[in-house]
């Protein structure tokens, strides 16, 4: 596995993936005008494209040996919610995938390590996520990188009001 930056000629390949991946686990909770206008707004090409070159962003790829996306995570050089912050300079996980074929082989431990090696780099404090509360696995996978429950917050898919559950660590 190799692990690099994103190209803005990656924006396609991410999209599908990030679409993906969350239907492989979120899409039954959801009616399809809500899903449809949810994957359209924040799993397009367009965006990710633009996420891409922000410079507010980093955007990390897992490749496999044949050249294929398998995972990807995006770290936000901003806090996603100030009102629970902990520490001065705080950034947002804002999303880590995997392709659901490949899951359970140490894709996400890799891109998290990434995640903290660039926290780190950039001065982080903190980085703060949010996880759906329904989602055991997901949390579980980020208690084990020390990441802890701080909040009870919201996620919305189209007009569907998720309960999620903002989680943190201090670096």
Same mark, same amino acid.
């Given at each position: 596995?190799?692990?690099?930056?994103? !190209?803005?000629?990656?924006?396609?390949?991410?999209?599908?993936?990030? /679409?993906?991946?969350?239907?492989? %686990?979120?899409?039954?909770?959801?009616?399809?005008?809500?899903?449809?206008? *949810?994957l359209?707004?924040?799993?397009?090409?367009?965006?990710? %494209?633009?996420?891409?070159?922000?410079?507010?962003?980093?955007?990390?790829? /897992?490749? @496999? @040996?044949?050249?294929?996306?398998?995972?990807?995570?995006?770290?936000?050089?901003?806090?996603?919610?100030?009102?629970? %912050?902990?520490?001065?300079?705080?950034?947002?996980?804002?999303?880590?995938?995997?392709?659901?074929?490949? !899951?359970?082989?140490?894709?996400?431990?890799?891109?998290m390590?990434?995640v903290?090696?660039?926290?780190?780099?950039?001065?982080?404090?903190?980085?703060?996520?949010?996880?759906?509360?329904?989602?055991?696995?997901?949390?579980?996978?980020y208690?084990r990188?020390? *990441?802890?429950?701080?909040?009870?917050i919201?996620?919305?898919?189209?007009?569907?009001?998720?309960?999620? *559950?903002?989680?943190?660590?201090v670096?």
């Amino acid at each position: 596995m190799i692990l690099r930056d994103a !190209t803005p000629e990656d924006a396609t390949t991410i999209a599908q993936l990030g /679409a993906d991946a969350f239907c492989a %686990a979120f899409a039954h909770l959801y009616n399809q005008q809500d899903l449809g206008g *949810f994957l359209a707004a924040s799993h397009s090409p367009a965006r990710t %494209a633009a996420e891409i070159v922000d410079p507010g962003m980093r955007i990390r790829l /897992a490749i @496999d @040996d044949d050249g294929k996306l398998i995972g990807f995570c995006k770290l936000v050089l901003a806090c996603g919610w100030p009102e629970h %912050a902990r520490a001065e300079r705080v950034i947002e996980l804002k999303q880590l995938y995997t392709d659901p074929a490949v !899951t359970g082989r140490g894709i996400g431990a890799a891109l998290m390590d990434w995640v903290l090696d660039e926290a780190r780099v950039q001065n982080a404090g903190e980085i703060q996520l949010s996880v759906y509360s329904d989602n055991h696995g997901a949390q579980r996978f980020y208690a084990r990188y020390g *990441f802890e429950k701080v909040a009870d917050i919201h996620f919305m898919v189209g007009e569907q009001r998720d309960e999620e *559950f903002l989680f943190s660590r201090v670096l």
